[in-house]
């Protein structure tokens, strides 16, 4: 079992940055890929960033390349998602993600353990 906390989340300014954490428990972190998804208010949860156990691998939805790095830190159990340049559309709760399994992934059914999510809110 993983158990996965998100923080970062906020209020942002249009233009502005974030940085999101999510820390995962247990011992065999470095096993999982993990990823973000987003939901915004009225919408269904979409893919944002997802990245493989190593860090070597990472991909990213089209509305967000070239803003969002997705990276991670396994000494630490720890999943971060840097976001610049953020507009009202990124309005939305962010959820952390784990599958078991080393390749990264950008479906929702291909993840088995999800946190609790973080708000974030950008102001225009």
């Known amino acids: 079992q993983v158990q996965l906390v998100e923080s970062g989340g906020g209020l942002v300014q249009a233009g502005g940055s974030l940085r999101l954490s999510c820390a995962a428990s247990?011992?065999?972190?470095?096993?999982?890929?993990m990823g973000w998804f987003r939901q915004a208010p009225g919408k269904e949860r979409v893919f944002v960033a997802t990245?493989?156990?190593?860090?070597?691998?990472?991909s990213y939805a089209d509305s967000v390349k070239g803003r969002f790095t997705i990276s991670r830190d396994n000494a630490k159990n720890t999943v971060y998602l840097q976001m610049n340049s953020l507009t009202v559309e990124d309005t939305a709760v962010y959820y952390c993600?784990?599958?078991?399994?080393?390749?990264?992934?950008?479906?929702?059914?291909?993840?088995?353990?999800w946190g609790q999510g973080t708000q974030v809110t950008v102001s225009s």
């Open positions: 247990g011992r065999t972190f470095s096993r999982y890929a």
């Open positions: 990245i493989s156990w190593s860090g070597g691998s990472t």
């Open positions: 993600a784990a599958r078991r399994s080393i390749y990264a992934n950008i479906n929702n059914d291909a993840y088995d353990y």
